[in-house]
């Protein structure tokens, strides 16, 4: 019976089992490496752009005919001299000639002023202004009522004043109780009554803490929370194929701490993947094109038809991403005629995707049912039904379309069910 090492405490167990008896490590089945054929375009042309016609050289520019020479605009006739074109005047008579003449003016004579001056002149307006004593004297002032008013007000409080002190004297001659007898009463404040205080309550005994339940011997759910399988190719513990293929069309291989898969023939897929079957899985890989044509693409592996007995064996899908920042979900059924692959989610570019050589992206693909969700870089870029495969095995790998000589680079895988 085959034996393998246990990669936790080294114990030879038979390689049938899952788990190894001495620790309980779960034992991945070694990988199986596989290739198979692409189609040459399984996507749209990118070279099926229209194409323009080719443009004539920089020095077979359309000329332009020839400029008539400047002396054949057409010429004007000669211009008569501008003097010519003044308009005469008839001669002005002299300036002098054109004074009017007025008659002469008869002389002033100046009369002197009579003997002892002029006269007064009256105002203007010929009317005399009164003199200060012409206006009527101000009538007299009247005599103020102020002391009058005042020496009665004066009156009228004394004899109000004495008759009061009259009328509340009291027959010995004391006035204080007659006064305050006649003061309003101020009601008495009442003592506000409060409140007797009542006894505290005792403290009541704190309840006793209730046991806690103890824990069941239900076995814990390792397949939800814990990934079957991890995996940084730092070290050859899962086994992964490290050969050529048979057919030499590209090698598998361990390096500095990664895992590689070189393509060498164009229209070609080369993929590993486990023995082992699953129905929903979590997988996720980081991805990294080393060299190549951009247009070749790489990723995971899901659900892979495998067995004898099986007429489906050989049919899978793959999450794949290119060099160029494009995406696709692909199946290939391996029972229809020699194989045909369909775009279950044709190639769609995405800007999640850091594109070109050396750029590296992490793939992730959730399947639950017939529910695919795929992720690039952390984020949700897709999702999609198809019913077609059920379960199967799961895995990793690259293709090459039109061109070969692609080298992929794989690195942290994990799988674990969602």
């Keep these: 019976m085959p034996t393998r090492s246990c990669p936790n405490c080294q114990s030879m167990v038979d390689d049938s089992q899952l788990f190894c008896p001495e620790c309980g490590s779960r034992l991945n089945t070694a990988p199986a490496a596989a290739e198979g054929a692409t189609q040459a375009i399984p996507r749209p042309d990118l070279g099926s752009q229209p194409s323009y016609p080719p443009q004539p050289p920089y020095g077979s520019q359309p000329s332009y005919p020839p400029q008539p020479p400047y002396g054949g605009q057409p010429t004007y006739p000669p211009q008569p001299p501008y003097a010519g074109q003044q308009p005469s005047y008839p001669p002005q008579p002299p300036y002098g000639g054109q004074q009017p003449s007025y008659p002469p003016q008869p002389p002033v004579s100046y009369q002197p002023p009579p ?162 079957e699953y129905t929903d899985v979590d997988a996720a890989i980081d991805v990294t094109f080393r060299s190549g044509p951009t247009e070749n693409a790489a990723g995971l592996v899901i659900r892979e038809q495998s067995g004898d007995s099986n007429p489906d064996s050989g049919s899978l899908y793959v999450f794949q991403i290119d060099g160029q920042g494009e995406y696709a979900l692909r199946r290939f059924d391996k029972n229809i005629g020699d194989g045909e692959w369909t775009n279950v989610i044709d190639w769609t570019y995405s800007s999640t995707i850091a594109p070109g050589l050396d750029a590296t992206n992490r793939l992730r693909l959730t399947v639950v049912g017939s529910v695919f969700t795929l992720y690039i870089n952390d984020q949700e870029v897709d999702q999609t039904i198809d019913t077609t495969y059920a379960s199967g095995s799961m895995g990793f790998g690259g293709s090459t379309f039109e061109e070969g000589d692609s080298l992929i680079e794989f690195d942290n895988l994990r799988m674990a069910y969602p």
């Design 115 to 276: 003997a002892g001056g002029y006269p007064p002149q009256p105002p203007y307006g010929g009317q005399q202004q009164p003199g200060y004593n012409a206006y009527p004297p101000a009538p007299a002032q009247a005599k103020s009522q102020l002391p009058l008013i005042i020496g009665i007000v004066v009156a009228v409080l004394l004899l109000g004043g004495g008759g009061a002190f009259f009328f509340l004297r009291d027959d010995n001659g004391n006035s204080g109780n007659q006064l305050s007898s006649l003061s309003t009463s101020r009601p008495q404040s009442t003592t506000r009554p409060t409140a007797r205080p009542t006894d505290a309550p005792e403290p009541t005994d704190e309840p006793e803490p209730t046991d806690e339940p103890e824990p069941t011997d239900e076995p814990f759910d390792i397949d939800v929370t814990i990934p079957f399988l991890e995996d940084d190719f730092s070290t050859k513990d899962e086994g992964w194929p490290e050969q050529e293929t048979a057919s030499k069309t590209g090698s598998y291989a361990y390096v500095e701490d990664a895992y590689q898969i070189a393509i060498t023939v164009k229209e070609r897929i080369l993929w590993t993947s486990t023995i082992e």
